[in-house]
């Protein structure tokens, strides 16, 4: 499975747009992308998934070069409650081992 | 939909203890995985089930041991519990089908061996 790198941490202000790029340089052809988020005390929940271009959905945007070694998640406008740990995963449709990395601790400030 | 329930909670063992952690889905979803995160630590698979009487290893299956003699069923049985397994465990499902390969998550169990 391809191995990802993200942020350790990342701090932003109420009302912006926050961006956290995941890298993943040897992922393979029939890969995906998946972004959780994590609120302390609780399990992983998904957020966005998706190949290759854009793909929007009601929380979030993720956005993948042509190149697919990259991807990265976008939340417009966050407030203090997206404070929370997001996880960018790569797997493939036919292997069940996920692997979360240490995620990104993203921190909302007032 | 309950979704993902895990009981217990908490639990506290003493080393050499057994016990069971218990994990059910009413979603209909054919997979299903245990997961453990250590402090500070992003999610470990532990065992993971393709359907009723099917499951494999994750990549860290030692000490553990599970069944899945139902769709709604997985539980995970730790046989002597030691103090490397205290740790936060999550069970998850997910329905693998129609494109959608979603992993939804339990409230998760807090195991502390002493």
């Known amino acids: 499975l391809a191995k990802t790198t993200q942020p350790i941490s990342m701090d932003s202000y109420e009302g912006q747009e926050v961006n956290i790029t995941c890298s993943h340089n040897?992922?393979?052809?029939?890969?995906?992308i998946t972004w959780y988020q994590q609120f302390p005390s609780q399990g992983p929940r998904f957020i966005i998934q998706g190949y290759k271009t854009k793909v929007t959905n009601e929380v979030a945007s993720l956005f993948i070069p042509a190149d697919r070694k990259s991807s990265t998640l976008s939340l417009p406008r966050v407030s203090l409650s997206d404070t929370a740990v997001y996880y960018c995963l790569v797997s493939n449709f036919g292997n069940e081992k996920l692997t979360f990395g240490t995620g990104t601790r993203l921190t909302i400030i007032p | 939909n309950a979704g993902v329930t895990q009981t217990p909670k908490f639990r506290i063992l003493k080393i050499g203890q057994s016990m069971t952690l218990q994990c059910a889905q009413d979603?209909?979803?054919?997979?299903m995985y245990w997961y453990r995160q250590d402090p500070g630590m992003g999610l470990k698979l532990i065992y993971y089930s393709v359907g009723a009487g099917i499951t494999d290893k994750g990549e860290v299956p030692n000490g553990y041991n599970v069944s899945r003699s139902t769709t709604e069923d997985f539980p995970l049985r730790l046989e002597l519990a030691a103090p490397s397994q205290t740790s936060v465990y999550f069970c998850a499902s997910s329905y693998r089908a129609g494109g959608d390969y979603t992993q939804y998550f339990g409230p998760g169990t807090r195991l502390t061996v002493l």
């Open positions: 979603m209909n979803h054919n997979y």
């Open positions: 040897n992922i393979a052809t029939n890969d995906y």
